[in-house]
């Protein structure tokens, strides 16, 4: 089975900065990640596919990036509304998502 | 809007069985894949099961695999998931969530609110 190693496991930044969270998998699974937000009491969201397409209707400060078995995903300037816990999952073989950053507001 | 409604949560014994059901509005149904996906209390995601687009392909993850069996009624654009033999790590909150590519797990782009199934004694 392939796992996810997800870090950091929360992160606490300030508005307007750069927050980058990795995602690294046990084997190679080509571009085949996906990244999400969950907002605390909401369903999950999915903001970026296939590694670095942003979804539609997803604001540019989200990107993603990486191929193999190391995956990134940014926030170029935090935002209030970000605050969420983020989630990687690959779909190379049985879907399989990362343990998840809490990201706070410091 | 598209519209993803679980219903059939509840508390359940150890052993026990419960049918989940997840009622979708806003879309063709028969155009995507669907997922079930859960969430244990503080935790993380975990995908369990998937079904693709006409009901041809499922998968299932280990811990589930032989105890769940997801399906789908197109007459009633309703995905299904029937749980045996129940334990209490199976005790979390069930979301659906829409495969856009049609396959049984790949893009999750919708996903409900959840039902909430807990296993006790």
């Known amino acids: 089975d392939i796992q996810m190693t997800q870090s950091p496991s929360s992160l606490s930044a300030s508005v307007g900065d750069r927050v980058t969270i990795t995602c690294q998998a046990s084997q190679d699974i080509s571009n085949s990640l996906n990244w999400y937000q969950q907002i605390p009491g909401k369903a999950p969201k999915l903001l970026i596919y296939?590694?670095?397409n942003l979804e539609t209707g997803v604001p540019s400060r989200f990107s993603g990036s990486g191929s193999g078995t190391d995956f990134s995903f940014t926030i170029s300037s935090l935002q209030p509304e970000d605050i969420a816990t983020y989630f990687c999952?690959?779909?190379?073989?049985?879907?399989?998502f990362g343990g998840g950053t809490k990201v706070e507001i410091k | 809007e598209v519209q993803l409604v679980e219903s059939g949560g509840g508390v359940v014994r150890p052993g026990g069985s419960l049918r989940l059901s997840c009622a979708a509005s806003g879309f063709t149904f028969d155009d995507f894949g669907m997922s079930w996906v859960r969430q244990a209390p503080g935790k993380g995601l975990e995908w369990i099961c998937g079904?693709?687009?006409?009901?041809?392909?499922?998968r299932y993850a280990d811990s589930v695999k032989g105890r769940f069996t997801i399906s789908r009624d197109k007459a009633k654009n309703s995905l299904y998931l029937q749980m045996n033999s129940l334990r209490a790590e199976d005790t979390a909150l069930y979301h659906c969530a829409r495969d856009r590519s049609g396959s049984d797990g790949r893009y999750f782009d919708y996903w409900g609110q959840g039902t909430l199934v807990t296993v006790s004694s």
């Open positions: 296939d590694a670095s």
């Open positions: 999952q690959q779909y190379h073989n049985l879907p399989v």
């Open positions: 079904i693709n687009w006409n009901g041809g392909s499922t």
